[in-house]
């Protein structure tokens, strides 16, 4: 997925890396963190076509669902 984020001028942050919580209980088993460029970019990316195959693929195979949208980063 790297060529597909890099057309819409994403960029990972983080992937898949070790971390900590260090407060609270949310439990994920994976953390994926991304740059945007703009609200619109990530929009684009996630109506792009080659995204929906993929983001089905993931969904029938995952319990994860959790997503966010942070501003100011």
Known sequence: M????????GDYLAHG???EVLTGDWKPN???????????ALRAF???L????????????STANNRLLIEGL
């Not at 790297?2 to 001028?9: D, E, W």
């Open 30 to 40: 994976r953390i994926v963190l991304f740059k945007w460029p703009s609200r619109e």
């Open 2 to 9: 790297p060529p597909l984020v890099a057309k819409h001028g």
């Open 50 to 61: 080659g995204y929906q195959e993929w983001n089905n693929l993931r969904e029938s195979v």
């Open 46 to 48: 996630m109506s792009d």
């Open 17 to 19: 890396g070790k971390f």
